[in-house]
Every structure is written in structure tokens, then in C-alpha cells.
């Protein structure tokens, strides 16, 4: 953001079922680059977080920065990769 810029909030509400995964992450992930200049996105996000989707979160986020690592080998990254995955392991009522 730059200065003078409106900063804009938005709420959302989700409900979640006992073991449902809520995934999240900053755009240096999907903005993930390779020596090409291509750029991980969301698909490739996409299909790492439904390679293995029933295993522990942190499981995921490994399955996830694998991919990222497999795609950018070498290539110098200028953003940060920061994720974070829950499960819900709540009841059901």
C-alpha cells in the first residue's frame, strides 16, 4: 500500500465441519517465480493443496512448498511464502 491509499476491510463467515482445512496465504506464494519469469499461481497452488488434501495441515503446507521449490528451483525469489492451514476438529452441533 502506498500512502494515501483507502485500506479496504472486508468480513467474511464460513461455517466449518469437524475436519474441514481452511488454507491461507500471502501472495508471494501464487507470485512465486521461476528463472523464466513465469509465475507459480493458483492453479499450481491448486493442485498441490488437492494432491494429498487428507493429511495433516502441516503436511499440506510441506506438500505446498514443495511444489513451490520443484517450480522456482534456483531462482531468486523476492517475496516472502507465508502459509497457514487449520483443521477444524470441532463438534458437530
Request: aromatic share 8%.
Amino acid at each position: 500500500m502506498q500512502s494515501g491509499d483507502a485500506l479496504i476491510i472486508k468480513e467474511y463467515e464460513i461455517q466449518l465441519t469437524p475436519g474441514a482445512k481452511l488454507f491461507l496465504y500471502t501472495d508471494g506464494v501464487p507470485e512465486a517465480t521461476n528463472a523464466a519469469g513465469e509465475l507459480f499461481g493458483t492453479e499450481r497452488m491448486l493442485e498441490a493443496l488437492n494432491s494429498n488434501p487428507n493429511v495433516e495441515p502441516e503436511q499440506i503446507l510441506k506438500n505446498v512448498r514443495t511444489y513451490v521449490d520443484e517450480f522456482v528451483k534456483d531462482a531468486e525469489q523476492f517475496d516472502d511464502l507465508t502459509m497457514l492451514c487449520v483443521e477444524y476438529r470441532g463438534s458437530t452441533n
